[in-house]
């Protein structure tokens, strides 16, 4: 079945650029998503990228998206303290009732 | 907007005990799915329906009911409660794959322990 695998931690400075990365197995998959989660929350989605896309920047989050490789990633410039989360890699076909497939989450620690 | 609503937040239940795990959302989104997370892991699909009077298995549904009687509410039956089943539960709700850019809505969480 489809598979999406994520490193497990990552620990940048207040101010840094973060780069989270994240690789997928399904080729059939048309969107990847990045969610966030805060403790004792739910995922809340942060971005989305079209298969057919490389990139896509929203403010300091940029997505970068390598579909030959099956690569996606995301850069948070400007680390802040408030951007320590999970952050969940997903994929999402266009058929299979619209179930998305996640990664094991990367915890972000920011220090200050 | 209430969004996707699970109750109850906290639950603790002993072994063989049963429970429903409640969700309903107001966005009118067709589909809707249950999640389970478990420290330090991914969301693993327990169950899943594509719209009301329909649902269908995910990874994991051993140890698990669902139905869908109307789009808002997808309630998750734990019959037989045991230890394994100590997690997270997370429902979550969609637009069809033709707004897929929407991503998924999710509740809070239900953190169930079994003791």
């Given at each position: 079945?489809?598979?999406?695998?994520?490193?497990?931690?990552?620990?940048?400075?207040?101010?840094?650029?973060?780069?989270?990365?994240?690789?997928?197995t399904?080729?059939?998959?048309?969107?990847?998503?990045?969610?966030?989660?805060?403790?004792?929350?739910?995922?809340?989605?942060?971005?989305?990228?079209?298969?057919?896309?490389?990139?896509?920047?929203?403010?300091?989050?940029?997505?970068?998206?390598?579909?030959?490789?099956?690569?996606?990633?995301?850069?948070?410039?400007?680390?802040?303290?408030?951007?320590?989360?999970?952050?969940?890699?997903?994929?999402?076909?266009?058929?299979?009732?619209?179930?998305?497939?996640?990664?094991?989450?990367?915890?972000?620690?920011?220090?200050? | 907007?209430a969004g996707?609503?699970?109750?109850?937040?906290?639950?603790?239940?002993?072994?063989?005990?049963?429970?429903?795990?409640?969700?309903?959302?107001?966005?009118?989104?067709?589909?809707?799915?249950?999640?389970?997370?478990?420290?330090g892991?991914?969301?693993?699909?327990?169950?899943?329906?594509?719209?009301?009077?329909i649902?269908?298995?995910?990874?994991?549904?051993?140890?698990?009911?669902?139905?869908?009687?109307?789009?808002?509410?997808?309630?998750?039956?734990?019959?037989?409660?045991?230890p394994s089943q100590?997690?997270?539960?997370?429902?979550?709700?969609?637009?069809?794959?033709?707004?897929?850019?929407?991503?998924?809505?999710?509740?809070?969480?239900?953190?169930?322990?079994?003791?």
């Amino acid at each position: 079945g489809e598979d999406v695998e994520q490193s497990l931690f990552l620990s940048v400075r207040e101010g840094d650029s973060s780069v989270i990365n994240c690789t997928y197995t399904d080729s059939s998959s048309t969107y990847l998503y990045w969610y966030k989660q805060e403790p004792g929350a739910g995922l809340q989605l942060l971005t989305y990228i079209f298969s057919n896309m490389d990139m896509k920047q929203d403010q300091r989050l940029t997505v970068l998206l390598n579909k030959k490789d099956k690569h996606l990633s995301l850069r948070i410039a400007d680390t802040q303290t408030g951007d320590s989360a999970i952050y969940f890699c997903a994929e999402r076909g266009d058929t299979n009732a619209g179930k998305s497939t996640f990664g094991d989450g990367t915890t972000l620690t920011v220090k200050p | 907007n209430a969004g996707v609503t699970q109750t109850p937040k906290f639950r603790i239940l002993k072994i063989g005990q049963s429970m429903t795990l409640q969700c309903t959302q107001d966005m009118n989104h067709n589909y809707m799915y249950w999640y389970r997370q478990d420290p330090g892991m991914g969301l693993k699909l327990i169950y899943y329906s594509v719209g009301a009077g329909i649902t269908d298995k995910g990874e994991v549904p051993n140890g698990y009911n669902v139905s869908r009687s109307t789009t808002e509410d997808f309630p998750l039956r734990l019959e037989l409660a045991a230890p394994s089943q100590t997690s997270v539960y997370f429902c979550a709700s969609s637009y069809s794959n033709s707004q897929a850019n929407y991503g998924y809505t999710f509740g809070s969480g239900t953190r169930l322990t079994v003791v």
